[in-house]
């Protein structure tokens, strides 16, 4: 019960981060993204299989973080100021570590879905072990 609701709650808020995309704009790739991380979510509370759908999402997440790193390290050399302040971005890479940080958001959530899947999927053979 506590795990349907967990991430039924957290369905909910991919879908918030997805509504709170509209005005961006490049808000068509975020609103995919985050719609699909929380359809994820959302089979987890169904108990259907999602393992493969998971680690194509993380392949996604992990490149696309890759090609946003160097605009966090100029946040980070910079002394990492504030990046909140105003929602328009004054500096050339305020929207860019924004960006960086929802998709480590969406990393972590990701890595959760994984393990709950894992966790699953071997608690239901007795051995702990995959079958071939």
């Given amino acids: 019960m506590i795990k349907k609701v967990g991430f039924s709650?957290?369905?909910?808020?991919?879908?918030?981060?997805?509504?709170?995309?509209w005005?961006?704009?490049?808000?068509?790739?975020?609103?995919?993204?985050?719609?699909?991380?929380s359809l994820l979510a959302f089979l987890t509370v169904l108990d259907r299989n999602k393992l493969l759908y998971i680690y194509m999402m993380l392949a996604v997440t992990v490149v696309w973080m890759v090609f946003l790193t160097p605009a966090a390290m100029d946040w980070v050399s910079d002394?990492?100021?504030?990046?909140?302040?105003?929602?328009?971005?004054?500096?050339?890479?305020?929207?860019?570590v924004r960006e960086f940080l929802g998709l480590g958001i969406s990393l972590l959530a990701l890595?959760?879905?994984?393990?709950?899947?894992k966790k699953d999927k071997n608690f239901g053979n007795l051995t702990g072990y995959e079958k071939v």
């Fill in 111 to 117: 890595i959760i879905l994984l393990f709950v899947e």
């Fill in 23 to 37: 005005n961006d704009l490049d808000s068509l790739k975020w609103i995919i993204y985050y719609v699909l991380i």
């Fill in 79 to 96: 002394g990492m100021p504030s990046i909140v302040e105003s929602m328009k971005a004054s500096s050339p890479y305020i929207e860019l």
């Fill in 9 to 21: 709650l957290l369905g909910l808020i991919f879908l918030l981060f997805a509504y709170f995309q």
